[in-house]
């Protein structure tokens, strides 16, 4: 079972409107979520990188929650824009005796229409 | 600023194959990172180099990959053979630092492989 499960898995929406992208996970012990966003045919591009007493954090347009307790992280987008038509990969970090595991959601497919 | 850059942007091959994945990390990143990409099982963690030394290979799928890192602007991803599994897009990503949990990745574009 993947250890990080992202919803929706695809998501349209109209150009200027705002979405949120939910990403659950069980990892454990905890380090740090990051999410990636990923255009067509490019590597995934950091945007928010979190640790355990964040609970918000901003990059322009783009905001992240978390919340440890519940083992939950959103990505909000305030209105969007044609660009943010692209795949969000939540990936949350586990530490192990120093070393980091990485486990990756499988992103939320996300169009902008005009 | 270059970025990670690696070679070849896209590969086919035919099963059997020996196939040579190149990266060039940023210079002055101390951590390397392989990944594979596939539309079914996502972006997978293949190994990692701190300091060119592997400190995780256990998400190498098995003994057909192997992956060096001679010097600290250079590394390679082998598959030998290559099966039509093996298709998938490959990442190198790097990092500015040791402590890979809080410094960010920087990704390079992909090599896109094909086994026939």
């Known amino acids: 079972k993947n250890q990080v499960e992202q919803s929706p898995q695809s998501l349209i929406i109209l150009e200027g409107k705002n979405c949120t992208l939910q990403c659950n996970y069980t990892v454990s012990p905890f380090s740090n979520l990051r999410w990636y966003k990923q255009d067509t045919g490019r590597g995934p591009v950091s945007l928010t990188i979190?640790?355990?007493?964040?609970n918000t954090k901003s990059n322009g347009r783009y905001t992240a929650t978390l919340d440890a307790d519940t083992k939950q992280s959103s990505l909000h987008i305030t209105a969007s824009q044609l660009s943010d038509s692209a795949s969000y990969i939540c990936?949350?970090?586990?530490?192990?005796?120093?070393?980091?595991?990485?486990?990756f959601g499988k992103g939320n497919q996300v169009v902008v229409i005009p | 600023d270059a970025g990670v850059i690696q070679s070849p942007r896209h590969e086919v091959t035919e099963m059997g194959q020996e196939v040579t994945l190149r990266c060039k990390p940023i210079s002055g990143h101390n951590s390397l990172f392989w990944y594979r990409q596939t539309m079914m099982r996502g972006l997978e963690l293949l190994i990692y180099?701190?300091?060119?030394?592997?400190?995780?290979d256990s998400g190498m799928p098995e003994d057909r990959f192997s992956a060096k890192m001679p010097n600290a602007s250079f590394s390679t991803l082998k598959i030998q053979p290559s099966e039509p599994r093996d298709s998938a897009v490959y990442f190198c990503?790097?990092?500015?630092?040791?402590?890979?949990?809080?410094?960010?990745?920087?990704f390079g574009p992909g090599t896109r492989l094909t086994v026939t």
């Open positions: 990503a790097s990092s500015p630092s040791l402590d890979s949990s809080s410094y960010e990745q920087y």
């Open positions: 180099f701190n300091n060119n030394v592997p400190i995780d």
């Open positions: 990936v949350v970090s586990a530490a192990y005796y120093g070393n980091n595991r990485l486990a």
């Open positions: 979190m640790t355990f007493s964040e």
